[in-house]
């Protein structure tokens, strides 16, 4: 494993004023980074800053839909795996 611990994020889309909240844990070989966003707008530019802290994929709760994972897929670029919870039909 590199030097450098693996960073992944998991993104909770609470669509209500004052939802956001951001904690991070970790041990030696990975760093998790836990967020609660209150709009997409707020998890584009979360995104784009833990990508700058190095993160390496991000995963994204049910309630970002397909338009605000392409938001946030398009704003992290390439380099970021991104990807959201589906629920299965009951």
Request: proline share 6%; net charge positive.
């Amino acid at each position: 494993m590199s030097s450098r611990p693996a960073h992944l994020a998991f993104l909770i889309l609470v669509p209500s004023p004052g939802n956001t909240s951001l904690t991070s844990q970790g041990g030696r070989d990975y760093r998790l980074s836990l967020a609660t966003v209150s709009s997409v707008d707020a998890a584009v530019r979360l995104a784009r800053e833990l990508t700058d802290q190095g993160v390496t994929a991000i995963e994204l709760s049910a309630s970002f839909g397909d338009a605000g994972e392409a938001r946030v897929r398009e704003a992290v670029g390439p380099s970021v795996k991104v990807g959201r919870v589906h629920y299965a039909a009951p």
